[in-house]
């Protein structure tokens, strides 16, 4: 870097405190490796005149989000969202019962049998192994028997959820031992389309219509709902792109699923500065040009869908990440490929030419 002895005191400093309040803790470095080793390898791999802008970047413009915040994310998930859709159901049964209903006695609402009811018939179900629903389990001191930790349950698992929703002390009548809402949980969006996307055929695929197929397709987890059950889709981070993308979709699919009631929400929404190509400061445009550099991104490295997210007339920028999102967030399990690559970027295949991503993301859905 080129340091004297005073600077190199001073960044070493900084080196350290961004290593030990956050960077550390990132779930996929190699033993032996943390932030500090990891960032030595990746700046050495840019020319010496370009280091100090590529420090800066790190410094700077990385977004990164720790298990504290993701487990705060959690938290309110369940208290600004998930307890509000309990209320409304309880407070149009106390309404039927004809008492008085106003926002100071929510607390009588919570502790009310009409609230332990119809939390019991909220069916909770990750949608990938960083929805973290094994949390919001605990947190939110949630039956064994309502969560599910994947979106196309096994016929043994949906048969132990009907015998357990049978034996339920809460629910006093079969018509009752049924879950009237469905919370599906996902920690991250960028751009939506591996929830829901268009075929060459015009039908849907992605985790969301997999799903409904699943619903729609087996006897077992029909006999799971009551009439009218609806839909929640949370995310606890989203840009706001992926958000109006995916409520686009919805839209359409719905026309073809007319049955089906669905709600999409976010606890966290990225604001436009998430997207590196949004700041125009002439700092960020020189460490795009880095960036954007061939040597740096390696097509063989980049899997087939990666490829496939850039259409046949867009100009192949694989360097702004998956979709050209351009992100630079880094989640502490993993990365999103909808960040810049310079961040993640895989071996080369033939290992000829190694590079060592500054945050190693593993590939999973």
Known sequence: MNWDDIE?????????????????????????IKFVGNFYLWLSQFKEEERQLMYDFVK?????????????????????????????????????????VNKFNYQLF????????????????????GSHIDIIRRNSYLNND??????????????????ELGKSDDLVNDEEKKFESIVLVDDFTASGTSFIRVKDDGGFSGKLPTFFKVLENSDRFKKLLADGYVIHLYFLIATKNALSYIREMLAQ??????SLK???????????DAKFTNHQEQEAKDMLFVISKKCYIHEDALSDAYKNSYSDDAEKRYYLGYKQCALTVVLNHNTPNN????????????????????????TRH
């Not at 669905?262 to 436009?272: H, K, P, S």
């Open 262 to 272: 669905i709600e999409v929400d976010c606890i966290q929404t990225l604001d436009e």
């Open 146 to 163: 309502q969560v599910l930790t994947n979106y196309y349950p096994d016929d043994n698992k949906i048969d132990d959820l009907v015998k």
């Open 60 to 100: 700077k413009y990385i977004i990164y989000i720790n298990s504290n915040q993701i487990s705060h994310l959690i938290d309110l998930l369940y208290n600004t969202k998930i307890i509000p859709l309990i209320r409304e159901k309880v407070v149009g049964d106390f309404k039927q019962k004809g008492q008085l």
């Open 8 to 32: 190199a005191t001073e960044r070493l400093k900084e080196i350290d405190l961004m290593a030990d309040i956050k960077y550390d803790s990132y779930d996929q470095f190699m033993p032996g």
């Open 110 to 129: 919570d502790n009310s049998q009409e609230f332990k009811l119809h939390k019991r018939k909220t069916l909770f179900i990750g949608l990938s192994d």
């Open 253 to 258: 699919f719905m026309q073809q699923h007319e």
């Open 339 to 362: 960040s810049l690559p310079i961040i993640w970027q895989p071996e080369k295949k033939d290992n000829k030419q190694p590079l060592y991503p500054l945050f190693y993301r593993i």
